[in-house]
């Protein structure tokens, strides 16, 4: 009796075991090879060696020497295409690599990547202009595909057909809160396995403060006037009031200062010192940029070995290959490295 008391108990341990260690098995391939590939072009050895070089063909040399990188070009458009075709390969091998669970997520990922590029497409089709966009997800490619033999006064009911909600006038500020809406809630609804939704929502709500703030920087920037109905809804540290309070004040100062208490104050302080000392706006949108790869850096440090780390992965190589456009285009355009080096992101 004994005997069978022992093996019994046993047993229960080890399926115990086996039943924890399940989620490290199924995340142990694409949390290894997602670290032993790292990111390269966020450090500054390797962006400042890039900004030495002078020609393309020698730029795409230095980055097919990295593991995982095969550029292909002949001038700064075919570079960026292709280095939007490698986001692309990247988050679907990812969503094929990791549990099943998590393939919303990276669906997910790739519309609120292509959102922006969503946008320039739709406010170039409203103005009858011809823009040349690449679309990534599948919703937006569908999306484009009905919209661009279309009569604007059918927009929005295509809009609406997928989700975002439109009025008929086809307001470009809230053609932009639309989308951004949209792409925030098919994130925050994106299934997800067990030991990866508090990674998965955390990100979503940095996600959805980081978007309130740039809302009210272009606001404020762009002299949209009241920029209240550009809220997207509550994230992390920014409620409502906070938003509205900001949405108040009468300039930048204003929106830094009604920011001091949160984790971003200083972050964001700094790049509107940055933005101007060099007479350059872009660098105050930029630390919003390095805000969110700080929170995904964070996140893979709380989640590992998870989602959290592969998060952490996708967020820096979105802006490595950024990086490289950027520079991409400075090489064809003949701009110093003095020009180029203030736009980069380092860091994650």
């Given at each position: 009796m004994m005997i069978y008391l022992i093996i019994g108990l046993s047993s229960a341990i080890i399926i115990a075991i086996v039943y924890r260690s399940v989620p490290y098995i199924r995340y142990a391939y694409p949390t290894a090879k997602a670290e032993s590939i790292g990111n390269p072009f966020l450090t500054s050895?390797?962006?400042?060696?890039?900004?030495?070089?002078r020609s393309l063909n020698s730029f795409k040399s230095m980055i097919n020497a990295h593991k995982d990188f095969e550029v292909e070009?002949?001038?700064?458009?075919?570079?960026?295409?292709?280095?939007?075709?490698?986001m692309l390969d990247v988050i679907q091998t990812l969503k094929k690599e990791c549990p099943k669970d998590d393939r919303e997520f990276f669906d997910g990922f790739l519309e609120y990547l292509d959102g922006y590029g969503f946008k320039a497409f739709l406010i170039s089709k409203l103005e009858n202009k011809e823009a040349e966009i690449r679309l990534l997800s599948d919703n937006f490619r569908r999306m484009a595909g009905l919209i661009r033999g279309s009569d604007p006064d059918k927009i929005p009911g295509i809009l609406k057909r997928f989700g975002i909600d439109v009025s008929?006038?086809?307001?470009?500020?809230?053609i932009d809160v639309g989308i951004s809406k949209y792409v925030l809630k098919r994130?925050?609804?994106?299934?997800?396995?067990?030991?990866?939704?508090?990674a998965k929502d955390e990100f979503v709500d940095r996600l959805v403060d980081i978007e309130n703030v740039r809302n009210i920087l272009k606001a404020k920037i762009y002299g949209f006037g009241n920029c209240e109905g550009l809220f997207l809804g509550e994230g992390k540290e920014i409620a409502e009031w906070r938003f509205r309070d900001i949405c108040r004040s009468r300039d930048l100062e204003g929106l830094i200062s009604g920011l001091e208490g949160t984790s971003y104050h200083e972050i964001i302080k700094k790049g509107y010192d940055d933005s101007k000392r060099y007479g350059n706006i872009q660098l105050l949108e930029k630390s919003l940029d390095e805000i969110l790869l700080k929170e995904a850096k964070d996140l893979s440090i709380k989640n590992f070995p998870f989602l959290g780390t592969?998060?952490?992965?996708?967020?820096?190589?979105?802006?490595?290959?950024r990086n490289l456009k950027i520079i991409?285009?400075?090489?064809?355009?003949g701009l110093s490295k003095d020009r180029i080096k203030p736009l980069l992101l380092v860091g994650g």
């Open positions: 050895r390797s962006l400042d060696q890039l900004l030495e070089v070009g002949e001038d700064a458009e075919e570079i960026q295409r292709s280095l939007d075709q490698h008929g006038d086809l307001n470009p500020v809230e994130l925050k609804e994106a299934r997800v396995s067990r030991v990866s939704r508090s592969l998060i952490k992965f996708l967020v820096s190589r979105y802006f490595e290959l991409a285009k400075g090489i064809e355009e």
